[in-house]
């Protein structure tokens, strides 16, 4: 629970972000695409790492942020013909407003019950787009608009440089949260996390710090939304399903739960994992529950833990 | 015209609360003027625990009120009372398992500071904290065991960093729950020198079972039983107490 | 794009110095439908499996190039649906795509086939707007729109008396569309619409409280659009309710898909229903394609299979027009325009005025027939074309 | 009106025999078992391939019913029982994954195309009843659910096995102290309620159509029945039934609008207001 030495953090940053790279120089285009969506899922998987991993909050409606995020760049950018800077701006407002509304009901509640108000939200969310008109209802809406960067001589419209463009807004929100969980903010979560009633009892005005992460969660998740929509320049109500939020979950506890960097080494596993296992099968699924079952099983601290646990065995045999 | 007294540091005022038929507590009053120590006692059930409760804001009384210094804090809760300089232990320690007791003790610190809101500044390099950390654990007697994970700590240790964590948020007003329970002969000696050792400038009330404890710190002692108060006197005057000796003492000591 | 150009100019420029004598690469069709996930994995089975019959006549091979499939699963998601098309044209190098079955699968991948100039043939979706006001020059419907299954039908509901009907759909643009379509003929044909009911989509549904509606509203009639298990729910309850006795159901003819007969069983008898196929057609493709589908598959081939299979003809046919040559993508679709099929449905063509496939279609019943319910056809509407709706292709 | 009423109590018993076993296992384990629409599935499938073997419903309900207490109590044994000490977490995400585990296998052995599970002879047909005409077999379906949940409500009150189990759901550290095998209770009741909901599958077989993925639209349907209800209390899963069902029916037809939410935005009130749900399992501090 205790954020990891810095130094090491950095290597695996860069690593992680090496690694990213390299595959962009050596994918192809359909490479690119899975480099975006992995960008995108671990932005996701980051923001819910908040919640599940700091502040202990294990919220199964997450999607519906990813999905109203994705929605209101749709409405601000396409059908109010918003620039998509301005109108990723307001989306990602949206989304935190939506998270604000959300959570001032549910951070009075915890455990199973939080989870169970999550779910019952982000479920109406998706009526909610299921029914609508402005968007297309279940068809969904094509035209969302990718950020307009030509001004610095970049293509938003290129795959290679959109999957540059995700990664380097992973890589922003990796700084961000970073510099949130070191911070007596994140501090304080991971206190109240581990121990409500005492940080109560020494002045933590618990809901509010809960309710704080709740938004912040929210509102990155509807970042990564509405790279999401730029991504395929499509929403439909697909984005909100509980499913997705299930899938994210497991991404986060696969990934360790507190660890920014495992959560997205654990997103790109995800869907480099999906993306392999479906070549070879229409019955992927199958696979992809069972590994994760055994996966939540046997790795307790996720591939955070795992790669610390192995680091620890090798330091002792190399020790006397 | 007359000069206001100075307000006591704890105050409470006819407080009573019920479980359903069971009525835990009746009508008790208490004051406290700044940097009084003062002990709660009595037989198991008598109410200490629900008015130890009452005062800390984890429980809300049916009637009465409850000031510190001069705010009526009847309705605030635990969060908000502890913002007012009101710091509690817990009888069964209740720590944060995950940190070590430097960070636990910043953490106490940060949140009682208000620092909690700040996300821009790195928590483990602020020396303000740190210093503060190294301070508290000296007084506690833990100053060796900054970089212990408090999940590792023996039992009295952890009981020490129990009353740690509440001085770390400076409070003017500190509620002890059973500080020695649970200890060994010696566990509650160095107990006792720390708490001897404590600052007039806090005001303490303790719970205590054991009663050389009590009568050691304790400069007033209130006598609970079914949920009222038998006797408030000076220790001596307990001590004293044919009515205290008969239905409390008397078991014990003999 | 210019890289694509240049990799097949220089394919051509090897093949050329190799003075014909190297095989020619494969004609490639990518298939994006949804293969692993969601209600449509029988759907995209059937089609690709009825494409592969189809090929199977032809050896693979058109004017001396073998035909390739190269199949991807969206996994019943539009963002992914859209990626695979991308990988399928980008780095496989396809000639032209075949799919969705969803409409948001199609919604997510109309823009990318029109931005990119590679031919899209839709074997599923019926969306008006794709053909109409929305249409695009590389985008091809093979299959049917909406408007195109119903409009007919009004009248000729109104022409056998029935006069009061009451429509039924989930609420959702097809169902909008579809109950649409029907109606404004069936009024000015002088019929009523004595109620319509629209049922949220997508929920664990239970047609009770609608058919009590219905009922009270006392039609001659219900015409409906469903698919799938709530086709199978309303034809039971139907029966169940004993509106049997009192009205006739009818509807866009997935109602009782021979998909959805297995879990119907005898309830789904005396339903009328109206599409552009229905195995009991009576044509010599139409026989060869649902025997060999049935000795095969051991099951009666439905509308997806059929359109699956008659795209596949459609395609060869265009290929062979273009003589093999895929390298000029508005030829292809020239070529594609300009092909007369014998179908299983009958004589098919793509107007070029919209894009969308001219075709019969049939009025049938479904009834008894031994043990098992069989389609009888009652009518017929010859070479059903859609008016450009908006759509500007033809000028 | 009549026959509103009559459809959302069929729906509502329906519910009542797929929650009852999730609302209990969740009163007295706080254990959240995603997977048990899976079993609702799996006794709906077995009961089609025992109605395509033996031709009959009857013997289609007890395969099915068995079939969904044998894999949920192998389950629970194998998996499950590791996860009860774990947080909630864990217990999501394992059944969770369970979902698609059980989802793929359906597709595997039963296919991709939806199918029906006929209902016996016996009650095919309509009566007339209240001055309505309904179909017999939902009329049996409404029976069987007030009989099965008599049935419990008597074994929960009447009997020293429901009397372990209720004061199981009051205070489990009390019960265990008790020298009561909580782990073997626990065993019984996670199995009788994986065999109700093996046997709402194959009575909703007829009903509904059986496909891979029927199992998705009834789990959250059900954990909506036990939030509102209260965890772990009979009562509650029936009156919380009652009240999805009638809720699913009416709602749609009157406010068709926001019927959709309708449901979720009612469990998010009651878990808002009234955490413990409606009709709680005894007395909570």
């Not at chain 1, 994140?186 to 121990?195: D, E, S």
């Not at chain 1, 990155?220 to 320049?233: E, F, I």
């Not at chain 1, 596993?269 to 939540?296: E, K, N, P």
């Not at chain 3, 009024?187 to 989509?201: H, L, M, R, S």
Request: net charge positive; proline share 5%; with cysteine.
């Amino acid at each position: 629970m205790t954020p990891p030495a810095s130094g090491t953090r950095h290597v695996v940053a860069v690593l992680l972000a090496a690694a990213a790279g390299g595959y962009w120089l050596a994918s192809g285009y359909y490479g690119k695409e899975l480099l975006a969506e992995t960008a995108i899922t671990a932005i996701l998987a980051m923001s819910l790492s908040l919640l599940v991993g700091q502040a202990g909050l294990v919220s199964l409606g997450h999607a519906a942020f990813f999905g109203i995020g994705a929605y209101a760049l749709a409405g601000f950018g396409a059908r109010l013909g918003w620039p998509p800077a301005l109108a990723m701006a307001a989306a990602v407002a949206t989304g935190a407003v939506a998270a604000l509304l959300v959570g001032l009901v549910a951070v009075r509640l915890a455990g199973v019950f939080f989870i169970m108000i999550t779910l019952a939200a982000g479920e109406m969310a998706h009526a909610w787009f299921l029914k609508d008109r402005l968007f297309g209802g279940v068809g969904g809406m094509a035209g969302v608009p990718r950020l307009d960067l030509s001004a610095i001589g970049i293509d938003t419209g290129d795959p290679a440089s959109f999957a540059l463009l995700a990664l380097g807004v992973a890589i922003l929100v990796y700084l961000l949260l970073d510099r949130l969980v070191l911070s007596p903010f994140g501090q304080t979560l991971r206190a109240i996390h581990q121990n409500e009633e005492r940080a109560r009892a020494l002045g933590c005005p618990v809901g509010r710090y809960k309710l704080a992460a709740f938004v912040v969660a929210g509102a990155v998740a509807a970042l990564a939304g509405t790279l999401a929509a730029q991504r395929s320049a499509f929403v439909s109500p697909e984005l909100l399903t509980w499913t997705l939020s299930g899938e994210v979950l497991i991404v986060v506890i696969v990934g360790g739960g507190a660890s920014l960097l495992g959560v997205s080494a654990a997103a790109a596993l995800w869907i480099g994992l999906r993306h392999q296992l479906s070549t070879l099968t229409d019955h992927w699924m199958l696979a992809m529950g069972a590994i994760f079952v055994v996966l939540v099983l046997v790795a307790g601290d996720g591939i955070d833990g795992a790669v610390r646990g192995l680091w620890r065995r090798l330091a002792q045999r190399r020790g006397p | 015209m007359i000069p206001a007294a100075m307000p006591p540091a704890l105050a409470a005022d006819g407080l009573r609360k019920s479980f359903g038929a069971l009525e835990a507590t009746r009508g008790v009053s208490l004051s406290l003027p700044p940097g009084r120590r003062h002990a709660i006692i009595g037989p198991n059930g008598a109410g200490k625990t629900t008015l130890f409760n009452l005062l800390a804001g984890a429980l809300r009384p049916d009637a009465g009120r409850v000031r510190l210094g001069s705010a009526d804090v009847t309705a605030d809760g635990p969060d908000a009372r502890a913002r007012r300089g009101l710091a509690r232990s817990f009888q069964r320690n209740s720590l944060f398992p995950g940190m070590t007791v430097e960070a636990a003790l910043m953490t106490a610190a940060a949140i009682a500071g208000g620092l909690g809101a700040v996300f821009w500044r790195r928590f483990d390099r602020d020396r303000g904290l740190a210093d503060g950390a190294a301070e508290i654990a000296a007084r506690v007697g833990l100053a060796d065991r900054l970089a212990v994970p408090v999940a590792n700590l023996a039992y009295g240790a952890q009981r020490q960093l129990e009353i740690g964590l509440a001085l770390a948020t400076r409070p003017a007003v500190l509620l002890l729950d059973e500080p020695t329970a649970g200890m060994s002969p010696e566990e509650t000696r160095a107990m006792q020198r720390l708490l001897a050792g404590l600052p007039r400038t806090i005001t303490i009330l303790v719970i205590e079972h054991d009663m050389d404890v009590v009568f050691d710190l304790a400069e007033r002692v209130t006598v609970l039983d079914y949920g009222q108060v038998l006797l408030e006197g000076t220790p001596d005057e307990v001590r004293a107490s044919d009515l205290v000796r008969r239905r409390y003492l008397g078991d014990r000591t003999g | 794009m210019k890289t694509l150009h240049l990799a097949a100019a220089a394919v051509l420029a090897s093949a050329l110095a190799a003075g014909g004598a190297l095989a020619q690469a494969p004609v490639k069709i990518g298939l994006v439908l949804p293969y692993s996930a969601g209600p449509f994995v029988a759907i995209a089975n059937e089609i690709t499996d009825s494409m592969a019959l189809a090929l199977e006549e032809t050896g693979y091979m058109v004017a001396g190039r073998k035909i390739e499939l190269v199949r991807e699963d969206t996994t019943h998601k539009p963002d992914v649906a859209q990626a695979k098309a991308k990988k399928l044209v980008f780095e496989d190098k396809v000639d032209m795509l075949v799919g969705p079955v969803a409409s948001a699968e199609l919604t997510a991948l109309f823009d990318f086939a029109h931005q990119s100039k590679v031919p899209l043939l839709i074997p599923n979706a019926g969306d008006n707007e794709v053909t109409g006001e929305k249409c695009s020059p590389w985008v091809l419907r093979t299959s049917f729109s909406n408007d195109q299954i119903v409009r007919d039908m009004g009248t000729w509901m109104a022409g056998k008396g029935y006069k009061k009907v009451a429509l039924l759909a989930f609420d959702y643009k097809a169902g909008h569309q579809l109950m649409g379509g029907f109606k404004k003929p069936f009024v000015a044909a002088g019929g009523t619409i004595v109620t319509e009911q629209y049922p949220p989509f997508g929920r664990l549904s239970d047609f009770g409280p609608w058919l009590g509606r219905i009922r009270d509203a006392k039609p001659d009639a219900i015409f409906s659009f469903f698919a799938g298990p709530p086709a199978t729910l309303l034809v039971q309850q139907f029966k169940e309710f004993g509106l049997d006795r009192e009205m006739k159901l009818t509807g866009a003819g997935w109602l009782v898909s021979p998909l959805n007969l297995p879990s119907q069983g005898q309830a789904a008898a005396g339903v009328i229903g109206v599409l552009n196929y229905v195995p009991a057609i009576d044509n010599p493709v139409n026989k060869s394609y649902q025997e060999r589908f049935q000795a095969k598959f051991k099951r009666v081939g439905s509308e997806f299979g059929a359109q699956g299979y008659d795209t596949a003809k459609l395609i060869h046919a265009a290929l062979a027009q273009a003589g093999g040559k895929t390298d000029d993508k508005a030829a292809l679709v020239k070529a594609m325009h300009a092909v007369r099929i014998e179908g299983t449905r009958g004589p098919l063509r793509i107007d070029p005025r919209t894009n969308n496939v001219v075709q019969d279609i049939y009025v049938f019943e479904t009834e008894m027939q031994g043990s098992a319910v069989g389609y009888k056809v009652l009518d017929r509407i010859r070479d059903v074309q859609d008016p450009p709706n908006g759509c500007t292709l033809g000028g | 009106m009549v026959i509103q009423l009559l459809n959302g109590m069929q729906l509502a018993m329906l519910l009542f025999l797929l929650s009852v076993g999730l609302s209990v296992v969740f009163g007295l384990m706080r254990f959240v078992n995603l997977a048990h629409g899976t079993l609702f599935m799996l006794g709906a499938f077995v009961g089609l391939s025992t109605v395509e073997a033996t031709g009959s419903f009857w013997w289609a309900l007890v395969a099915g019913t068995l079939a969904s207490a044998i894999v949920g109590g192998l389950l629970y044994l194998g998996l499950l029982r590791r996860l009860q000490a774990e947080s909630p977490l864990k217990q999501v995400l394992v059944t969770f994954g369970l979902i698609f585990i059980g989802l793929e296998a359906a597709r595997i052995i039963w296919g991709d195309y939806a199918e029906r599970l006929p209902g016996p002879a016996l009650l095919a047909g309509s009566t007339a009843l209240f001055g309505v005409v309904y179909p017999t077999y939902r009329l049996f379906v409404i029976g069987l659910g007030l009989a099965v949940a008599a049935m419990l409500y008597f074994g929960l009150e009447r009997t020293r096995v429901g009397a372990i189990i209720r004061a199981g759901v009051d205070d489990r550290t009390m019960t265990a102290a008790l020298g009561i095998d909580i782990g073997r209770v626990f065993f019984v009741v996670f199995v009788l309620g994986c065999a109700l909901a093996g046997l709402a599958g194959v009575v909703a077989g007829p009903v509904l159509s059986v496909y891979a993925g029927m199992d998705m639209g009834v789990l959250v349907l059900s954990l909506v029945v036990v939030v509102i209800g209260g965890p772990g209390s009979l009562k509650g899963a029936f009156v919380g039934a009652i009240l999805v069902g009638m809720v699913e029916t009416f709602g749609q037809v009157w406010l068709p609008e926001v019927a959709g939410m309708l449901l979720y935005g009612l469990m998010a009130a009651v878990l808002a207001l009234r955490p413990q749900g409606l009709l709680p399992a005894g007395p909570r501090p």
